[in-house]
C-alpha cells in the first residue's frame, strides 16, 4: 500500500474531516515522528428548543411556549492524519480558516507538543501567523491521559483476542492514581504517574515501534508500518524462532518451561550457508517474528517496572499500538506471561490523542476556561472490530482512529458522591457486547424504529423548508452508526441499551432535531395538570396505607408512558384514551418483581428522610402524577427534596428548564409544593445528563 493512498484521504472536504474549521476558535497539535494528532475547538450552529414560561397561558391556550431558536455549541474536533502531510493540511488550515477569519486566535498562542514542535516550528509560524509555544510532551501526554481516564466513560479496556467479546472495558474509577503509562513510539517512554502534577520517566528503549518498522523494512518489502503489521497477521512465527521444544525434544520438567515458549528470537534463521539454500522463509513469518519479539522486550520491561514500584495498572499506547488487534494481542500475551496475572495490559480507546488533548488543555487552562466535555458518538470513530480481515487497505485500518469529537458542558461533571463503590458502578442492567441475544434484540428494535424517528423529527420542525432531507440524512447515518456497532459492538466501549438510546441523540442532533418531541411533552404535561387536583383530592382522602400503595402505583404507572419503549410506542400511537387510570389498572398484581413496599412502609413510620434526590425521567401523566405527589408526601413529613431533571433532551423526558415551568405550575395548586419552593426545601437541579438512561458516573456538581 502506497503512502500517497493515505495523502488523498486528508484532501477531503472540511465537512467530511476538518468538520466546522471555518468557526474554529483555538487549535493545539502533537506532531510525532509518524502521525500528527490536531485539536481544535468550534462553534456549531444549532437549532434548539426553547421553553418561554408564562404564568398565564398563552394565545394557542397552553401553559408555556415551545419557541426555536439558533444557538452557538462549542465542539471539541480531534483528527489525526501522517506528519508527512503536515504541510498539505496547514495550507488547508490556512485557505479555509486562516484567510476568511483574520481575527483567528487573537492574541493566543498556538500549542504544539511532540518532537515536530521542535522540528516544525517554523513551518508552524509561516503556514498560520501564529505564536507557537513548544509544550513539554511528557506533561502533555500525562494531562491528556489523565483527562480521558476521569472524564470518557469506559476508555480502558482489556484485549483478550480468544475471548468474546474481545474487548473488557474497565469500570470507571474515580482514583485513577497510581498508574504506569508505556507510550511507544519510535522508541519506548515508561512514566510512573502518581497524580496529576506528580509524575517522572522511570524508564524506556530503544527498542519500539521505529525498531520494528526499520527492522521490518529491511527483512521484507513492506512499504509501511501498517502493511508490515498486515504481514504479521498471517505469520506464524514458528518458522523462525527457535522453539524450547527445538533444543530439548520436549518439554523439560527441571527448567519449567512450556515447550512453546520462544527460546530465542530469530533463532531458527540461524542456519549454515547449505541450510539457507534449502530455506524459503516467509515475510509475514518474520514480520510476525519481529512483532512479537518487541512486544515480548517491552511487555518485560514494563512489568519489571510496575513491580518495582508497586503498581497495578499498566497503561499502553503510542504509535505502536494505534488500536491495532496484533499488536494489542502481543502486548497482552508478554504481560500476561511475566505478571502470571498480577497485573493486566490496559488500553485506551484513543490513546493516540493524549498529546493533543493535553496540549489543548493547557491552552484551556490559560484562558481560566473550567468545563466538562462528553463524547459524540455520531462525530468519532469507533474502535477497530478485531474479526475484520487482515488484508486491507490503509486507510480503512486507520479510519476508525481517524476523528474523535466531545461536545462542552459548562458545568464540572463528577461522580455522584452517593455511589457506594464508584468503581463496581455500572449504570446499565444488561451488557449487550456479552449478551447475543439481546443485543440482537435491542439492535433490531431500533433499526425497526428508524422511520418512526424520521416521522417525529419532521412533525417537529413543519415550517421548515430541509427538514424532510435533515431527517432522512439521520437516517442514513443512523442504520450506518447501528450497522457499525452490529459488526462490532465494542465499537464505542459497553453496547447497552442507554449508549444505542444515546447514539439516536447525538444522530438527532447533529442534523438539527435537538428537541422532536417538545410539542408531544407540552401536550402530555397540560393533559396531565388537568388531572393533578382531582389527583391530590383523591389521595387525601385515602388512609395512610392506601396512600401510599397509590404513591408507588403512580410512580409505576407513570413510567409506563416512556417512548423509548417499543411496546409503549405501539400502545400510544394506537390512539383512543389511555390515561393514568388505564396505566394503573394493567399494573402487575402484588407481589412485584422487586417488591419491597412494606419495608418501605415501616422506614416512613421512622423519623423524616434529611433529604430525597429524585432523578426525574418521562413528561407528562409520570413527571406529574407520579412524582409531584409522591415528592409532596416526602414534603409534608419534613424532608428537603431535590428533583433533577436532564440538562439537555432526550425522547419525552423532562427537561430542566421545562421543569422548572412544572414545578410553578404544581405549586399553583399544591399548597405543600408551594411553600416548599418558597422555603427552598424543594429544589430543582439539573442533572448534566443528555441521555435517556441514568448514568451516575459523571453528573452535574
Not at 426 to 446: G, I, K
Not at 528 to 550: C, G, I, S, V, Y
Request: proline letters at 4%.
Amino acid at each position: 500500500m502506497s503512502d500517497s493512498t493515505y495523502a488523498h484521504s486528508i484532501e477531503l472536504p472540511s465537512d467530511k474531516i476538518f468538520r466546522n474549521l471555518k468557526n474554529a476558535k483555538r487549535f493545539a497539535i502533537d506532531i510525532g515522528g509518524s502521525l500528527a494528532k490536531m485539536a481544535y475547538i468550534s462553534s456549531v450552529h444549532r437549532k434548539k428548543q426553547h421553553v418561554s414560561d408564562s404564568m398565564n397561558k398563552t394565545s394557542e391556550g397552553h401553559i408555556y411556549q415551545v419557541m426555536e431558536e439558533d444557538e452557538m455549541n462549542e465542539t471539541l474536533h480531534f483528527i489525526k492524519f501522517e506528519s508527512n502531510y503536515i504541510e498539505i493540511c496547514l495550507d488547508f488550515i490556512q485557505q479555509n480558516l486562516i484567510n476568511s477569519n483574520p481575527g483567528f486566535m487573537k492574541d493566543r498562542h498556538l500549542k504544539a507538543t511532540g518532537g515536530g514542535a521542535f522540528k516544525y516550528k517554523d513551518l508552524l509560524t509561516n503556514k498560520l501567523g501564529l505564536e507557537v509555544d513548544k509544550e513539554d510532551e511528557m506533561e502533555c501526554l500525562i494531562k491528556g491521559c489523565n483527562f480521558l481516564l476521569k472524564s470518557i466513560p469506559d476508555e480502558a479496556f482489556i484485549y483478550a483476542r480468544h475471548d468474546d467479546p474481545e474487548y473488557k472495558f474497565q469500570r470507571a474509577d474515580p482514583d485513577v492514581f497510581p498508574y504506569l503509562l508505556v507510550n511507544i513510539g519510535s522508541g519506548v517512554s515508561i512514566l510512573k504517574v502518581e497524580s496529576d502534577d506528580i509524575y517522572e520517566r522511570i524508564g524506556g528503549s530503544s527498542m519500539g515501534g521505529g525498531t520494528f518498522w526499520g527492522l521490518g523494512s529491511l527483512l521484507t518489502k513492506a512499504k509501511g508500518f501498517d502493511e508490515l503489521l498486515e504481514l504479521a497477521q498471517g505469520g506464524d512465527h514458528r518458522s523462525v524462532d527457535m522453539l524450547v521444544k527445538d533444543i530439548y525434544g520436549g518439554a523439560p520438567a527441571a527448567i519449567g518451561l512450556a515447550p512453546d515458549v520462544i527460546a530465542s528470537s530469530f533463532g531458527k534463521a540461524a542456519r549454515s550457508a547449505k541450510d539457507k539454500q534449502n530455506v524459503n522463509v516467509r515475510p509475514e513469518d518474520i514480520a510476525k517474528s519481529l512483532l512479537i519479539s518487541i512486544s515480548n522486550d517491552i511487555g518485560q520491561l514494563a512489568y519489571l517496572h510496575a513491580h518495582l514500584h508497586g503498581l497495578k495498572k499498566i497503561y499502553f499506547g503510542g504509535y505502536f499500538i494505534r488500536g491495532h488487534p496484533i499488536t494489542m494481542h502481543t502486548i497482552t500475551f508478554a504481560i500476561n506471561y511475566w505478571a502470571k496475572g498480577t497485573i493486566q495490559a490496559l488500553f485506551l480507546r484513543h490513546e493516540g490523542y493524549l498529546g493533543a488533548v493535553g496540549a489543548f488543555l493547557k491552552g484551556a487552562e490559560e484562558d481560566g476556561e473550567k468545563c466538562s466535555w462528553i463524547e459524540d458518538y455520531a462525530g468519532s470513530s469507533g474502535l477497530q472490530s478485531p474479526r475484520e480481515s487482515s488484508h486491507m487497505t490503509l486507510r480503512h485500518r486507520t479510519s476508525t482512529f481517524d476523528m474523535l469529537e466531545l461536545h462542552r458542558f459548562d458545568k464540572p461533571l463528577v461522580n455522584c458522591p452517593l455511589l457506594l463503590d464508584p468503581a463496581s458502578y455500572f449504570p446499565d442492567t444488561v451488557d449487550l457486547t456479552q449478551d447475543s441475544a439481546a443485543r440482537e434484540y435491542w439492535l433490531t428494535c431500533f433499526e425497526d424504529a428508524a422511520d418512526r424517528y424520521v416521522d417525529r423529527a419532521i412533525k417537529s420542525q413543519p415550517d421548515s423548508c430541509d427538514v424532510n432531507e435533515r431527517a432522512h440524512k439521520f437516517k442514513q447515518k443512523y442504520l450506518q452508526r447501528l450497522h457499525e456497532l452490529r459488526n462490532n459492538p465494542s465499537a464505542y466501549g459497553s453496547l447497552t441499551v442507554r449508549s444505542l438510546l444515546d447514539t439516536h441523540e447525538h444522530c438527532m442532533k447533529e442534523f438539527d432535531f435537538t428537541d422532536p418531541y417538545a410539542q408531544q411533552k407540552q401536550y402530555e404535561n397540560e393533559q396531565a395538570l388537568k388531572l393533578l387536583p382531582e389527583h391530590f383530592r383523591q389521595l387525601e382522602k385515602m388512609t395512610w396505607d392506601n396512600r401510599q400503595l397509590a404513591l408507588v402505583e403512580g410512580l409505576l404507572a407513570g413510567n409506563v408512558f416512556d417512548w423509548g419503549a417499543k411496546e409503549v410506542v405501539n400502545l400510544m400511537q394506537k390512539g383512543g384514551s389511555f390515561g393514568f387510570l388505564e396505566a394503573r389498572s394493567i399494573l402487575q398484581v402484588r407481589p412485584w418483581l422487586v417488591d419491597s413496599l412494606e419495608e418501605w412502609k415501616e422506614r416512613l413510620k421512622g423519623p423524616p428522610h434529611r433529604c430525597a434526590v429524585i432523578f426525574v425521567d418521562n413528561s407528562g401523566i409520570d413527571i406529574i402524577l407520579g412524582i409531584f405527589p409522591f415528592a409532596s408526601e416526602l414534603l409534608q413529613r419534613g424532608t428537603k427534596v431535590v428533583l433533577c431533571a436532564n440538562s439537555w433532551p432526550a425522547l419525552n423526558d423532562v427537561t430542566y428548564n421545562e421543569l422548572i415551568i412544572l414545578a410553578k405550575r404544581v405549586a399553583a395548586v399544591s399548597p405543600t409544593v408551594d411553600k416548599a419552593m418558597s422555603d427552598g426545601r424543594l429544589c430543582i437541579m439539573e442533572s448534566g445528563q443528555a441521555s435517556p438512561c441514568l448514568d451516575l458516573r459523571l453528573v452535574a456538581s
